[in-house]
């Protein structure tokens, strides 16, 4: 941006006469517009230089007094013409409402002359005079309500393509209603009057059926509510309600049916598409909306909040612009009043929530620093939140505290679920305590943030946003080993893992990556582990073997370490027998997730819990990817299946009956070719992998990102020796199919 240089400036009177011309300051007496003169600036500006860039921060409106101002998207993209601009026009208006950011470019297209008014100069005009200003901040309001309204249909898929004379018309019929958290705006059955379009926050659809509320899917900004009915004449399908505190653009029946009058082919053209795009385009799952606005809450003393949200503001950035808002900057950008300080002043309720319309459509994400205490700019971040951030120091109190009570009384319907971060150490491995803090608060995810450490605000950041890469890991017995290569090759790509879980072999592997082991460790652990696996046998009352040894083994590698301490999120999966389901163990010791989820059905006795006896999770689910995509909602889902459909181990050897006094004698005799078959450790581990098969191969279709199958058809599920082999095989097999898919997924996100 070219720099500025001093106006000479006009004459008083010549001053006071431009300002009597604007509708702005319309009906103040000329005691008050000699006020406004007064705190005016005069400004100068070179043809081909930019008053400003998108994304600037506003402080400033401008009066232009000569010369012409060409609106455009950006300086980066100044063909993208927007409005022009002459004598009379005042640019940005919406900035003395408390818009804070420029939502485009302004281009000076020849020598311009201007005036310019500050936001804090006539706030202060503002609070001296506030019965003469009255009016004019009604009128005032109304216009930024408008210029919101139309900026915000310029942006929408829907409208953008509407000509300029259309979009005037709509934004002046359409009424802004800002929507209070839980609000209802729409009910089931009643008539469709009105069509919305969603300016900012979260809208939730629900269904009714016997008296009971089935929540179908999201709304976000930019879409519209309520269409269907008014042009085909029904009554309400659903009920809409506000997840957050919401702002919708309210249009008439009525009004629709005149502009359809009006504009015939536009508007048909529009409501084509409307219902075209609800027949082709697939509902946003429930929960999968990615959170614009996100408030950090302090609940222990003395957290250093700032700097999360300076380190979290960062990692969000390569997402988007994003922009951190905390009280002081409020204060700063023109002392906006929030509408719980004066909730009987119209202009002071209307404009912190225009303010934060304005910089959450200018920005990707937004975050939201509260205060300390349960002040007004707290209970704001609350409401305006798409998701809560509560950040505790571990070594604090673990009580619920008020500011939590609060958060339920706002977000009275519990859509949105805080997530809990909880500061560790920066030498902390595993953490302490953290079932504590879990115990009395209903969370959507903990996170463990060790101090300075980018890479778990990175993690943070990717649950947030859906960009959580979760890694599942099959069952298959000694293939299973395999998995070391996989994750050795994901290590070497800086491929990261957020949340890992796994079956039986798969449930083994994946709590070691967990723990943050290195593919060496990993690889040793398991050779020492699972040379336990051949254990005495016993007498086959239950088992062929008493699992002694492996429990003994498998808890001096494990320890007393519980799942929610660690700082990857993990779980593994087992098959209770007593009650005929699926066990999830995502919080607990890890060793009783690791010895239930391998405890094969035949070969180790079950495992005995308080939920009943459990077996080897292969039994019901092999494959837990459908697990996974519960667990990490919107998330990506790679999977890794080491138990091939066909095994080329099988040639069919006897008929149906086979002696076992046959088999020994045919392996003992030299003279004699010896019978190939699986002894019956081997079937009884074959059997409890297959479980699950067919449901498995469905889910790995509907939930996966990138799903790996080494070839592994030449080895045994008891195969556990050849562990180097295996391991080498699945980073062969591996490495090339993650270096594509990565490859792809970073040109994904730089297009």
């Known amino acids: 941006m070219l720099p500025k240089h001093p106006n000479d400036s006009m004459e008083p009177d010549e001053i006071i006469a431009l300002l009597a011309t604007l509708d702005v300051f319309r009906g103040l007496e000329q005691s008050l517009l000699t006020r406004v003169a007064q705190v005016l600036e005069p400004m100068s500006f070179t043809s081909g230089s930019y008053l400003f860039d998108r994304h600037d921060v506003a402080h400033t409106v401008f009066i232009i007094v000569s010369g012409n101002v060409r609106r455009v998207a950006s300086s980066a993209n100044c063909s993208s013409v927007l409005s022009e601009h002459s004598r009379g026009d005042i640019l940005d208006l919406a900035v003395l409402g408390g818009q804070m950011t420029r939502s485009s470019a302004a281009l000076a297209i020849s020598e311009v002359q201007l005036y310019q008014l500050s936001r804090s100069a006539f706030k202060q005009l503002q609070a001296q005079y506030p019965t003469q200003f009255s009016a004019l901040i009604r009128r005032l309001t109304q216009t930024i309500e408008i210029i919101h309204l139309k900026a915000a249909l310029q942006e929408s898929a829907l409208f953008s393509d509407l000509s300029e004379d259309i979009l005037d018309h709509l934004s002046h019929e359409m009424e802004l209603k800002v929507v209070p958290s839980g609000m209802q705006l729409i009910k089931k059955g009643d008539p469709s009057d009105y069509i919305y379009f969603v300016v900012s926050g979260r809208f939730l659809a629900v269904d009714e059926i016997d008296g009971q509320e089935i929540p179908l899917r999201d709304v976000d900004r930019g879409e519209v509510l309520g269409e269907i009915g008014v042009i085909l004449e029904t009554s309400r399908a659903v009920h809409v309600r506000a997840v957050r505190d919401s702002t919708v653009g309210r249009l008439s029946k009525t009004v629709f049916e005149t502009l359809f009058n009006n504009h015939p082919v536009a508007v048909h053209k529009a409501t084509t598409k409307m219902i075209v795009d609800h027949l082709i385009s697939p509902s946003r799952p429930l929960g999968a909306t990615i959170p614009r606005t996100i408030a950090i809450l302090p609940i222990s003393t003395g957290v250093p909040i700032s700097e999360i949200a300076r380190m979290l503001g960062i990692a969000l950035s390569s997402r988007g612009a994003t922009l951190t808002v905390d009280s002081q900057l409020i204060t700063s950008m023109g002392g906006l009043n929030d509408q719980s300080l004066a909730p009987s002043d119209e202009a002071s309720r209307g ?140 290590k070497e790509l800086n491929i990261p893992i957020d949340y890992i879980g796994g079956t039986s072999v798969g449930a083994f592997i994946a709590c070691q990556i967990a723990l943050g082991w290195s593919p060496d460790k990993i690889l040793e652990q398991s050779k020492r582990i699972t040379s336990s696996f051949a254990d005495l046998p016993t007498l086959p009352i239950v088992s062929l073997f008493s699992g002694r040894k492996a429990c003994r083994v498998t808890e001096q590698a494990f320890g007393d370490i519980l799942i929610e301490d660690l700082s990857t999120k993990y779980f593994a999966v087992s098959c209770n027998i007593s009650h005929a389901g699926m066990k999830i163990h995502n919080r607990g010791p890890m060793v009783e997730a690791v010895l239930a989820s391998n405890a094969a059905p035949g070969i180790y006795p079950p495992y005995p819990h308080q939920d009943g006896l459990l077996v080897d999770g292969a039994a019901l689910n092999s494959l837990p990817v459908d697990v996974m995509a519960q667990a990490n909602p919107g998330g990506i889902v790679l999977a890794v299946n080491v138990n091939p459909k066909n095994d080329a181990r099988d040639p069919i050897e006897y008929d149906g009956a086979l002696s076992g006094w046959s088999v020994l004698f045919s392996r003992l005799n030299p003279f004699r070719k010896s019978i190939n078959v699986p002894n019956m450790v081997e079937v009884l581990m074959r059997v409890s992998n297959i479980g699950g098969t067919l449901e498995q191969r469905k889910n790995q279709a509907v939930y996966t990102d990138l799903y790996l199958e080494p070839p592994l058809t030449d080895f045994s599920v008891v195969d556990y020796k050849k562990i180097e082999q295996l391991a080498n095989i699945g980073y062969d097999y591996a490495k090339p199919l993650l270096e594509k898919w990565k490859q792809e997924k970073e040109k994904e996100k730089g297009n």
């Open 351 to 490: 404009s912190i929530v225009n303010a934060l319309n304005d910089l959450e459509r200018s920005h990707e994400h937004l975050i939201l620093v509260s205060d300390t205490g349960d002040t007004p700019w707290t209970q704001r971040c609350i409401r305006q939140a798409d998701a809560i951030l509560l950040l505790a120091d571990t070594s604090a109190d673990t009580s619920v505290t008020p500011l939590e009570q609060q958060i339920k009384k706002i977000k009275t319907d519990g859509r949105i679920k805080p997530h809990l971060l909880l500061l560790q150490k920066a030498e902390t491995s595993v953490a302490r305590n953290t079932a504590a803090w879990l115990a009395h608060r209903d969370c959507v995810m903990h996170h463990h943030l060790r101090h300075g450490k980018k890479d778990d605000i990175q993690r943070l950041a990717r649950f947030l946003t859906g960009e959580a890469i979760g890694l599942v890991l099959g069952a298959g017995g000694g293939r299973g080993l395999a998995h070391i290569g996989v994750f050795r090759a994901m």
